[in-house]
């Protein structure tokens, strides 16, 4: 039995602990509303002195901001539906078909998720720049329209319907195309909902491949961009850490909002019944 001093001490480490985590993301915020002179200051403020709003304003000022965030946005929601579609109906087919090699065929599938990124970065780079795709949307968004991971947790999660609720549909006449878009799509909401915000945040605050791909600023996204607030001769950390602020602010938005769906999305796709 835990006693009260036992319980009061967990949550106090609990405390310490989030606060450890948090307090990088508080610190931007602070540092994206200080003067000038608090951000340059030695030994540097935690808590601003005095707030200037002025930064944000200056930041869409010195870069397009504003464009880079719409790419990201547009991007990542490309992304986000193209995984949506090929991932639930490969799920779907590997849950619910039978067909020769079924287990092997997707026992190679999955395996291509222990493949690192970096391996098959130089030969996505040569195919996207052999077919002229550089600078434009579809090279940003088509190497990552099928995934192996959204696959494997929309097939967990579409194991779990009841083989009877098939078989019933099946006797009044719905085929599979019928029995997806009416009963597995529907029942199927919080995995589909957890494979949406893990496939947006990932594109979202993917560096490497837009860097490779992207030569002009009007098709960078919003993590090409944000380095361009620093400069050689001078770097004014106020504005630099407001553009972090702008940039990180959705992510965050969609964690608050979407962190209850993504972990019941995960947890059900972690399961087979």
Known sequence: MRTP????????????????VLYPVLYTFFMAVMTPEDASAYPPHIIPQSIDLSNFTEVFDIVPIGTFIGNTFLVAGLTMLGQLVTASMAAYAFAKMEFKGKNFIFSMFVATMMIPWEVTMIPNYLTVRSWGWLDTYQGLTIPFLATAFGTFLLRQFFMQLPKELFEAAKIDGCGHIRYFVSHVLPLSRPALGTLAIYSFLSMYNSYLWPLLVTNTPEMRTVQIGISMLEFQESTAWNLVFAGTALVILPSLLLLVFGLKQLVRGMAAGALKG
């Open 5 to 20: 001093w036992t319980k009061t001490l967990l949550y106090v480490l609990l405390t310490i602990c989030a606060a450890l």
